[in-house]
């Protein structure tokens, strides 16, 4: 059995600098020279999980109107997204790298999510 730990304040915690990072480290890393996608995708994936976070019934959440549950969905399919997207787009070198560490670290959060209460994600 997987020990889980990751818990709703923990995730909370995380989400803001990950969509930070999202955002800034493209540039940084100069991802982008296999496919223009490469840099593109991630900083608006970073916009969009900032504006999730923001919206979520969590702790850090300012306007919570989306449920926890929601947000580890929609955390799971960017996981599997970016795992993914590599292959789908022909991404190579750093630019794949970047994605795939990215979405394992994502499902690998998610997986390690500790329900509360009743709350199941399966």
């Known amino acids: 059995m997987i020990p889980r730990f990751v818990t ?8 803001y600098p990950v969509a ?21 995708l991630s900083v608006v994936t970073g916009v969009a999980a900032f504006i999730l ?6 702790h850090l959440g300012l306007i919570r109107v989306l449920s926890y549950r929601f947000h580890l969905v929609v955390d799971f399919a960017v996981g599997a997204l970016f795992t993914l997207i590599p292959f789908v787009l022909g991404f190579h070198g750093i630019d ?4 795939w560490v990215n979405g394992l670290a994502v499902l690998t959060v998610v997986s390690l999510h500790k329900p509360e209460g009743n709350m ?3």
């Open 8 to 15: 709703k304040t923990v995730h909370a915690y995380l989400d």
């Open 20 to 40: 930070i990072s999202l955002i800034a480290l493209p540039f940084v890393l100069e991802l982008g020279g296999s496919h223009p996608a490469a840099l593109w």
């Open 53 to 58: 976070t923001i919206l979520t019934d969590h």
């Open 96 to 99: 794949a790298i970047y994605y």
């Open 120 to 122: 199941q994600l399966a």
